[in-house]
T-cell receptor, first 112, second 115 residues
Framework: KNQVEQSPQSLIILEGKNCTLQCNYTVSPFSNLRWYKQDTGRGPVSLTIMTFSENTKSNGRYTATLDADTKQSSLHITASQLSDSASYICVVTPGGSYIPTFGRGTSLIVHP | DAGVIQSPRHEVTEMGQEVTLRCKPISGHDYLFWYRQTMMRGLELLIYFNNNVPIDDSGMPEDRFSAKMPNASFSTLKIQPSEPRDSAVYFC?????????????FGPGTRLTVL
């Protein structure tokens, strides 16, 4: 069964600090992995997409890594801002499909 | 493009009433998805359409749920009769199969409360 597990479930950090969110998946065959950011009261928005051959991808202060061998991904947020407070969802799509498997998300709160 | 449009944004109804949620996908997108999001279960795929045709409705929880897509620019999700356990945020998302990217673009969601 395709599964995506995220940790931690929730995280509280101070503004300006860095943090790393984790994602483990069992989706097979693998096509791509996305990290979505979901602000309160809004729909998820894609931050990054990674395919099998990519190890690292950055989007501003967000850097995603992928280890396809261990089926793990991480999202690193540098110099956090209050606007980073949101839920971050790891989404994995199997090859030959448009139907992704969603993780439960990590709720991040950035305090001033 | 205005993105995926959903209406209403909030719906409060009483148990037993019919509820209809509406979605307008992004123009040119040929896939449309309906999701339900709760704290306990996260995002769950209910049903998806390709070129207005329902492809997989295995995620629809019960016969009380039904979805239609009469044309490329409009879809509805109906719950009849509604129950308190249907309370959740319902998202519509769309994507385009051409171009290589399968990024799903989500609407703002409809927060449904069934009393």
């Amino acid at each position: 069964k395709n599964q995506v597990e995220q940790s931690p479930q929730s995280l509280i950090i101070l503004e300006g600090k860095n943090c790393t969110l984790q994602c483990n998946y069992t989706v097979s065959p693998f096509s791509n992995l996305r990290w979505y950011k979901q602000d309160t009261g809004r729909g998820p928005v894609s931050l990054t997409i990674m395919t099998f051959s990519e190890n690292t991808k950055s989007n501003g202060r967000y850097t995603a890594t992928l280890d396809a061998d261990t089926k793990q991904s991480s999202l690193h947020i540098t110099a956090s801002q209050l606007s980073d407070s949101a839920s971050y969802i790891c989404v994995v799509t199997p090859g030959g499909s448009y139907i992704p498997t969603f993780g439960r998300g990590t709720s991040l709160i950035v305090h001033p | 493009d205005a993105g995926v449009i959903q209406s209403p944004r909030h719906e409060v109804t009483e148990m037993g009433q019919e509820v209809t949620l509406r979605c307008k996908p992004i123009s040119g997108h040929d896939y449309l998805f309906w999701y339900r999001q709760t704290m306990m279960r996260g995002l769950e795929l209910l049903i998806y359409f390709n070129n207005n045709v329902p492809i997989d409705d295995s995620g629809m929880p019960e016969d009380r749920f039904s979805a239609k897509m009469p044309n490329a620019s409009f879809s509805t999700l109906k719950i009849q009769p509604s129950e308190p356990r249907d309370s959740a945020v319902y998202f519509c998302a769309s994507t385009r199969s051409s171009g290589g990217s399968n990024e799903q673009f989500f609407g703002p969601g409809t927060r449904l409360t069934v009393l």
